[in-house]
T-cell receptor
């Protein structure tokens, strides 16, 4: 159980375009979803936390107009990188937690974004 | 702010042997969770083991066990009978209020 999918797994786009990444919880309802960014050989950096039906909470230094997050249902959250630039190239990972009191997050397989 | 420190950037172990990965954390909270996640070359984050801070008994999952020392704020992971498939980056994480703080990771190599 506790499977999280992400789509696409790979995306290459031109500078200035927008890219949408989907995160789905397949076998549980995700009260909260999280978006992380990971640079090569580094740890995960939390970008934002989203709860179903409410606005996302962004971490300090993360541009909310650049990284749009929508959590429209209990099984789907999307991250849109707007007007992407080469410095946005990275590995983006989502995670989800259920409605229990425990803190466990289950992670998606990640999306590699390359902006040319 | 909470911090998680993994002092071993890299570790290696012979297949079938035992290895221990270190993790310390700093927090003033009394109620929290601790986790070990592994990230193999596929980069999929996989939950290895979880420990609730209020539980004194150390968590175990098959070949994986932890040594949780709450007073010392230490949470080490022991991998017994290491297998080639255990080779991965291992991240220690501290969780409270539904957020996780990760350490920088330890890259584990398993030698045949």
């Amino acid at each position: 159980g506790a499977v999280v999918s992400q789509h696409p797994s790979w995306v290459i786009c031109k500078s200035g375009t927008s890219v949408k990444i989907e995160c789905r919880s397949l076998d549980f309802q995700a009260t909260t979803m999280f978006w992380y960014r990971q640079f090569p050989k580094q740890s995960l950096m939390l970008m934002a936390t989203s709860n179903e039906g409410s606005k996302a909470t962004y971490e300090q230094g993360v541009e909310k107009d650049k990284f749009l997050i929508n959590h429209a249902s209990l099984t789907l959250s999307t991250l849109t990188v707007t007007s992407a630039h080469p410095e946005d190239s990275s590995f983006y990972i989502c995670s989800a937690r259920g409605d229990g009191s425990e803190e466990t997050q289950y992670f998606g397989p990640g999306t590699r974004l390359l902006v040319l | 702010a909470q911090t998680v420190t993994q002092s071993q950037p890299e570790m290696s172990v012979q297949e079938a042997e035992t290895v221990t990965l270190s993790c310390t954390y700093d927090t003033s909270e009394s109620d929290y969770y601790l986790f070990w996640y592994k990230q193999p070359p596929s980069r999929q984050m996989i939950l290895v083991i979880r420990q609730e801070a209020y539980k004194q008994q150390n968590a175990t999952e098959n070949r994986f066990s932890v040594n949780f020392q709450k007073a010392a704020k230490s949470f080490s992971l022991k991998i017994s009978d290491s297998q080639l498939g255990d080779a991965a980056m291992y991240f220690c994480a501290w969780g409270s209020n539904y957020k996780l703080t990760f350490g920088k990771g330890t890259l584990l190599t398993v030698n045949p």
